[in-house]
């Protein structure tokens, strides 16, 4: 099974994060995507993110209508900071039988070189890349390897800090998040400080 592993802090998930997927999961040769919810990012403060659960559920609520995306919380299982190299190896043990792949966006291609162990990913995993809004899409120096897949994918502009701050505000965000994700977030009163 051919596995595509969308990486976020998902905090909180929404709409833009699952038409990517599911584009990616009817669009391409991927059999099923899965969303991997990172419980802290090297380069994010982690001050900023909301509890691991409350996000894995926000992820588990968003996705139970798709058969081909699912929820893994894999990396919460993982030594914390983690790296994507690390994360790729435990899973190809634990499902050998699996092939894994990458999904990300333009945006994180261009800093792909910094990665920890870059070389190791490309040269062992596919990576998908969804189009993003910039200016400097033109500069993706590694567009042309064999192993980067560019996906003529919606162009989605949604951010989960822009919905973070709209929530703050008291400002009505509702159709950018799945219904369901929207209620766990009002009732638990997330995003309001």
């Given at each position: 099974m051919k596995i595509g592993l969308y990486?976020?802090?998902?905090?909180?998930?929404?709409?833009?994060?699952?038409?990517?997927?599911?584009?990616?999961?009817e669009h391409?040769?991927?059999?099923?995507?899965?969303?991997?919810?990172?419980?802290?990012?090297?380069?994010?403060?982690?001050?900023?993110?909301?509890?691991?659960?409350?996000?894995?559920?926000?992820?588990?609520l968003a996705t139970e209508g798709f058969s081909k995306i699912k929820p893994s919380d894999i990396e919460f299982k993982l030594p914390q900071p983690n790296y994507t190299v690390n994360t790729l190896v435990h899973l190809e043990e634990k499902y050998p039988t699996h092939i894994f792949s990458l999904i990300m966006g333009e945006d994180n291609l261009k800093s792909l070189?910094?990665?920890?162990?870059?070389?190791?990913?490309?040269?062992?995993?596919?990576?998908?890349?969804?189009?993003?809004?910039?200016?400097?899409?033109?500069?993706?120096?590694?567009?042309?390897?064999?192993?980067?897949?560019?996906?003529?994918?919606?162009?989605?502009?949604?951010?989960?800090?822009?919905?973070?701050?709209?929530?703050?505000e008291g400002k009505n965000i509702q159709p950018l998040l799945p219904a369901n994700v929207w209620e766990y977030i009002d009732h638990n009163i997330f995003y309001k400080k």
């Open positions: 990486f976020g802090t998902f905090n909180p998930i929404h709409v833009g994060h699952l038409i990517i997927a599911n584009h990616m999961a391409s040769d991927l059999d099923q995507v899965w969303m991997v919810v990172t419980p802290h990012n090297p380069h994010k403060k982690k001050s900023s993110l909301l509890d691991d659960f409350h996000r894995l559920h926000m992820v588990y070189h910094k990665w920890k162990n870059y070389e190791v990913i490309l040269q062992n995993h596919d990576i998908y890349v969804y189009p993003r809004i910039s200016s400097e899409a033109e500069n993706l120096e590694l567009k042309n390897h064999p192993k980067i897949h560019l996906i003529d994918a919606p162009i989605v502009e949604i951010s989960s800090t822009f919905i973070r701050n709209n929530i703050k």
